[in-house]
């Protein structure tokens, strides 16, 4: 079965400046997808980013990047110019290409932004 | 209304209460998905739908009924819970397929009595 740890519980940045959440999985699939969800206090969970396995080039949105190391099996997210409504919840999760639907996920890093 | 929404938001219930959770998309979505998340725990997913029809249980309790009547609509009821059944429960859809994306809704934050 995958696993997804998240190693980071707390994550604390100044705004502006950079920030890198960790997330490392376990599969022995070669085909599969990785997401970065963010859950504010509103609750809601929403959709960073995504990564898909079989792409070596890490996928960016805006101010928001991986660094997907496939042998590794890492998969870190870089939120550049950190700005107050990035303080959230952060999930990583792994969903197989093939068969179950489901997103198995880390248990999350909770980041902090200090003005 | 747009993406997914839930009702009700909050909920209060007794262990002999039944009760029901819903859940809409407006995604024109064909898979939709029950996840609980509990305190210091992962969300863990509960079902699964695809084209009304369960493809999934993650082995839940049957005191959790889930329903599909359509592609737009997920249910979640509810009879003699558990306070360990307290949780935020977060329903999710997607376009269906293997290389999808799942969306959320806000969740509805349940507490058992």
């Known amino acids: 079965a995958q696993t997804v740890t998240q190693s980071q519980p707390e994550m604390s940045v100044q705004e502006a400046e950079t920030v890198t959440l960790s997330c490392t999985y376990d599969?022995?699939?070669?085909?599969?997808?990785l997401f970065w969800y963010k859950q504010p206090p509103s609750r809601q969970m929403i959709l960073v980013i995504r990564?898909?396995?079989?792409?070596?080039q890490n996928a960016t949105e805006n101010r928001f990047s991986v660094n997907f190391q496939k042998a590794a099996k890492s998969f870190s997210l870089k939120i550049s110019d950190s700005q107050l409504g990035d303080a959230a919840m952060y999930f990583c999760?792994?969903?197989?290409?093939?068969?179950?639907?489901?997103?198995?996920f880390g248990q999350g890093t909770r980041l902090t932004i200090n003005p | 209304e747009t993406g997914v929404t839930q009702t009700p938001r909050h909920l209060v219930m007794g262990m002999t209460n039944k009760k029901s959770l819903k859940c809409e998309q407006h995604?024109?979505?064909?898979?939709m998905y029950w996840y609980k998340q509990s305190a210091k725990k992962p969300l863990e997913l509960m079902f699964v739908?695809?084209?009304?029809?369960?493809?999934e249980n993650n082995s839940v309790p049957s005191r959790f009924s889930p329903e599909c009547p359509n592609s737009s609509h997920l249910f979640l009821h509810l009879h003699t819970l558990q306070p360990e059944d307290s949780a935020l429960y977060l329903c999710?859809?997607?376009?269906?397929?293997?290389?999808?994306?799942?969306?959320f809704g806000p969740g509805t934050r349940l507490t058992v009595l």
């Open positions: 999710a859809s997607s376009p269906g397929g293997k290389r999808d994306t799942q969306y």
């Open positions: 599969t022995s699939e070669s085909d599969y997808y």
């Open positions: 990564q898909e396995a079989y792409k070596q």
């Open positions: 999760a792994y969903r197989s290409a093939e068969g179950a639907q489901k997103l198995v």
């Open positions: 995604l024109g979505h064909n898979a």
């Open positions: 739908y695809n084209f009304k029809e369960q493809t």
